[in-house]
């Protein structure tokens, strides 16, 4: 079917060996990209020939640029017609492939818009008279452009699928092949997906024109730079030991997935009412809502985001440093787009999954894909979730003394030296930025539908209860271990906020 098939192996080129434009290069050093990666390195100088693509690639593999580059290098800025249209299965997805094409082709004017459902057409109708030429968008939303009139796909050179996967098992088929139909014959048609079903392949059949194929090896899934660890624990304990796990591992950005948009819902509310600075998005969100969610996630005013896996499809969010499945995920392909979100550009990443008892086998299945063991690890105690919460604290406290402001406040200080006790009211202070253990404060988390066995044999992995890792993030006197580097722009002020 495809001419040609290339695996990915991890072989990084500098993106001025491609064939770009010394124009758009700047454009690339100005947005922080150094070296391309693999799907990168294969597909900038396909795409530049005008070759059909077929990549199949993860979340997080830098795909938007690999398909953006060239696309951007190609647009004719004399033509006012839309030139290349890039079709996304979310709106979060379709946002953020518009912020960076549009960050990508700043420099050369290029004019980029996005449309898609849940907002307000009449305004995107206002902006699509002013000639994008390239168009990124949502099925439905696309769809409903063109029977309106509003977008005309006459001049597409660049036909853009991205998420293939995602938008077939969004039901998205149908709406896909009928835009497809309103682009001319002689177009290119570049397609990604994180796997090949049969109706994915059929559309590389029936709409490209000789595809090459990209493909990523089943080891280069996920990085070595992420931590892979899992707890065995009951869906009733699962709450408990979540908490008590930020408490010791004090992680800086969080992502916590859940499998429905109600466990989401009450994961988000449980997380606020113990303190912590959480929200979570799914898709019954109104745009609003979302989009200011995800502002402060990115802004780092918001330290844990809850989400579903189809809301949280494609975000592309820097300094992420651990990722929590509360809910193992029963595709395996689905995990490895969830702890995509974390150990990227070279930053450390920490992913724990949650597996009851009888969800073992899908544990296996994951490591089947991924071809990486994940280690086990021992829920924390009180004490050390205690303990975690104080070294937070103590870090906080000396970031807040390197900072030169509180000059203004000596005065009012030594008032307080000369009738307390310093140790008095150091202590205080470390009272005031922590809480007491978080499970004192009930949360109900409604338990879901176990997931159904597997009927499959696998070895024993020889882990139990009792065989479980101390990984526990210890900070014994004046030992900080830290996972992932901290954010400096701001003072972080720990994971939960101060007391009322």
């Keep these: 079917m495809f001419s040609a098939e290339i695996n990915y192996e991890v072989n990084f080129l500098k993106f001025g060996e491609l064939g770009l434009s010394k124009s758009l290069l700047r454009a690339v050093k100005q947005s922080g990209y150094e070296e391309a990666t693999p799907i990168q390195a294969q597909t900038i100088p396909m795409v530049l020939k005008g070759q059909d693509v077929i990549g199949q690639a993860q979340t997080g593999t830098g795909k938007t640029a690999a398909f953006g580059l060239p696309i951007i290098e190609h647009i004719d800025l004399d033509n006012p017609a839309i030139q290349a249209i890039v079709i996304s299965p979310t709106r979060e997805l379709a946002i953020q492939t518009q912020e960076e094409l549009y960050r990508l082709g700043h420099d050369k004017h290029v004019k980029v818009q996005v449309v898609y459902g849940g907002a307000d057409i009449r ?10 030429q390239i168009l990124v968008g949502t099925p439905g939303r696309l769809r409903d452009h063109i029977s309106r009139g509003t977008v005309n796909l006459e001049h597409i050179q660049t036909l853009v699928l991205d998420e293939a996967d995602e938008m077939l ?10 835009i497809i139909k309103e682009t001319p014959e002689k177009r290119q048609t570049l397609l990604f997906s994180a796997t090949m079903p049969p109706e994915i392949k059929r559309i590389g059949v029936q709409f490209m024109r000789d595809p090459q194929m990209v493909k990523i090896k089943a080891k280069e899934l996920t990085t070595d730079l992420v931590d892979q660890y899992y707890v065995r624990a009951k869906d009733y304990e699962k709450f408990d030991i979540m908490t008590r796990l930020i408490d010791v591992q004090d992680p800086d950005l969080t992502i916590v997935f859940g499998r429905t948009k109600r466990r989401v819902d009450e994961l988000s509310r449980g997380l606020v009412a113990r303190g912590y600075n959480a929200a979570g998005i799914h898709g019954d969100l109104t745009q609003d809502r979302r989009s200011k969610i995800m502002k402060k996630f990115k802004n780092g005013d918001l330290d844990i985001l809850v989400a579903t896996d189809v809301a949280a499809r494609g975000l592309d969010i ?10 193992i995920p029963s595709d395996p392909d689905s995990y490895v787009h969830r702890i995509g979100r974390t150990g990227r550009a070279g930053h450390h990443g920490v992913s724990l999954t949650f597996v009851t008892p009888n969800e073992m086998d899908y544990l296996h299945e994951i490591e089947k894909l991924t071809r990486v063991r994940m280690l086990p690890l021992k829920p924390p105690t009180e004490e050390e979730a205690f303990r975690g919460q104080v070294a937070s604290a103590v870090n906080d406290i000396d970031d807040l003394i390197k900072d030169e402001a509180t000059d203004k406040y000596r005065q009012s200080a030594e008032k307080l030296l000369a009738t307390h006790d310093a140790v008095d009211l150091v202590a205080a202070l470390l009272n005031d930025l922590t809480t007491d253990d978080a499970s004192k404060v009930p949360v109900k988390i409604t338990p879901e539908r176990p997931l159904p066995r597997r009927h499959r044999h696998h070895q024993s992995r020889g882990h139990n209860s009792r065989n479980n890792h101390h990984y526990r993030g210890h900070r014994n006197s004046g030992e900080r271990r830290h996972y992932g580097k901290r954010r400096s722009n701001g003072h972080k002020f720990s994971m939960r906020r101060k007391k009322d």
């Design 123 to 132: 305004r995107q109708i206002n902006s699509l008279k002013k000639h994008p």
């Design 169 to 178: 098992n969004m039901g998205f088929l149908d709406d896909i092949e009928a």
């Design 318 to 327: 820097s300094g992420v440093t651990h990722v929590y499945n509360y809910d």
